[in-house]
């Protein structure tokens, strides 16, 4: 397989953009290759520039259920581009999606969008404190809410995967409110209430995507939001990646806990760039110009984006079970590459959650963090360049989640199998 002309093509972009690129995972540097430089993508497939093609694992990081060039959300796209790309003023449109999203949620009667998961979350932080009239927050280590200064702390995703989980241009100052616990250990947080009485929110990725995928433990989240209400603290559920994915509305009927705050972004989108947060009608009814919470953006509710999400959503509200049909898949992927993982002596851990899955090479389950930084980072370096050869495209950093889309087929499951049977045969070969 040849990319070179993805190999000459990063050289010009490392030129222009620092580190050729405009999200640092996507660099490839965690697993010492260099990125693909993508053409196109056709349902389940990414073709780059070189001509090859791969199934695509990534799905754009998450936004892609239906996966690539979904015929009923590129025809809602090309219908709203028709009306006028952006006009800063209200559209019913915003109404639409908010309804929607309003129905998949107990636990949101209003919702506001925007235009990243980033900033969702920054936002949501904002009203929590705004609501509380407090300060701190409460985050866990190893979980990523986005690059804002205050949550850029002990993050994973990229800031886990290059190695600077607190970022230097953070003023210390900034994140002197920010406390750090430890997901899955209820004991850490305690100790954070402990410490302070002055906490307006705990913020959590329930499902957490962003150091490989570790879900919370149920009783965990019944414990945490018992520790909230009793502390008078809201509890955040960062949805952004697990949102629509885990299942119809995330962590909340799977684990039976319900947050106060949803932040929400990637398939609320369908592709395009959106954000969400949500709260019951008391919290939002705090946010300007209702409240004196003060956040706004001029591409918020952008039209053609409110067209893709509502597509995309409404689409999975009528096909409601197209989640187990893709959790079924995904634990079939996972599993059987754990079996092939296993006849070569390797010891692989696995899960997965509705159309979201991981695995690690770690001798250990992994809860938390700290026990995913014991995963084996050669060999799953060694393993992600091999796939790609063969024509798979997993998430280039084992601080990630794959996703499976309904255009991944029975077939490309059983061939993504195979193919990593003889990856490892080969890696174990030396
Ligand atoms: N933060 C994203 C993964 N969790 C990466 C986004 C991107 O590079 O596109």
């Known amino acids: 397989m040849s990319i070179d002309a993805s190999l000459k093509a990063f050289e010009e972009a490392e030129n222009l953009i620092p580190g050729g690129v405009n999200s640092p995972v996507r660099a490839f540097k965690s697993v010492g290759g260099?990125?693909?430089?993508i053409t196109e993508g056709e349902g389940a497939y990414l073709k780059d520039i070189d001509g090859n093609k791969y199934v695509d694992y990534v799905q754009s990081w998450g936004p892609l259920l239906f996966g690539h060039r979904d015929?009923?959300?590129e025809a809602a796209v090309i219908e709203a581009v028709k009306h006028g790309l952006s006009f800063g003023a209200p559209t019913v449109a915003e109404t639409e999606l908010a309804e929607l999203v309003v129905s998949y949620f107990d636990s949101i009667d209003k919702v506001r969008f925007v235009s990243s998961?980033?900033?969702?979350?920054?936002?949501?932080i904002r009203l929590a404190r705004g609501f509380t009239g407090r300060d701190d927050i409460v985050k866990f280590t190893g979980c990523y809410h986005g690059h804002s200064d205050a949550l850029l702390v002990e993050a994973g995703s990229g800031a886990a995967t290059f190695g600077n989980p607190s970022s230097p241009g953070v003023p210390a100052d900034f994140t002197k409110h920010t406390l750090l616990a430890t997901y899955n250990d209820i004991e850490s947080v305690k100790k954070c209430f402990a410490d302070s009485d002055n906490i307006a929110c705990v913020i959590i990725e329930p499902i957490a995507g962003n150091m490989g995928l570790v879900p919370a433990d149920k009783e965990f989240l019944v414990q945490l939001r018992e520790l909230c209400d009793a502390n008078g603290t809201l509890l955040i559920f960062d949805e952004v990646m697990s949102g629509f994915r885990g299942s119809i509305n995330g962590a909340e009927s799977i684990t039976g806990t319900k947050p106060d705050i949803v932040t929400l972004g990637k398939v609320i989108g369908g592709g395009m760039p959106v954000g969400a947060f949500g709260a019951r009608a008391e919290i939002m009814s705090m946010l300007s110009p209702e409240g004196p919470v003060y956040q706004a953006g001029t591409l918020s509710g952008n039209p053609?984006?409110?067209?893709?999400?509502?597509?995309?959503?409404?689409?999975?509200?009528?096909?409601?079970?197209?989640?187990?049909?893709?959790?079924?898949?995904?634990?079939r992927l996972v599993q059987g590459m754990q079996k092939e993982a296993h006849s070569c002596g390797i010891t692989m851990q696995i899960?997965?959650?509705?159309?979201?899955?991981?695995?690690?090479?770690?001798?250990k389950p992994v809860k938390n963090f700290e026990d995913a930084t014991?995963?084996?980072?050669e060999l799953f370096a060694k393993f992600h360049?091999?796939?790609?050869?063969?024509?798979?495209?997993?998430?280039?950093?084992l601080y990630e989640t794959g996703f499976i889309s309904t255009a991944v087929t029975d077939e490309m499951i059983e061939d993504t199998i195979k193919a990593s049977a003889k990856v490892f045969k080969a890696i174990t070969n030396g």
């Open 304 to 331: 053609v984006a409110m067209a893709a999400g509502y597509a995309a959503l409404s689409k999975l509200k009528q096909n409601a079970q197209v989640l187990s049909v893709l959790n079924a898949r995904a634990l």
């Open 34 to 37: 260099t990125p693909i430089f």
């Open 117 to 124: 998961g980033t900033e969702a979350v920054m936002s949501a």
């Open 385 to 397: 360049a091999a796939m790609l050869e063969e024509g798979f495209y997993f998430a280039c950093s």
């Open 374 to 377: 014991h995963s084996d980072a």
């Open 71 to 73: 015929e009923t959300i």
């Open 351 to 363: 899960d997965t959650r509705g159309s979201m899955f991981g695995f690690f090479f770690n001798e």
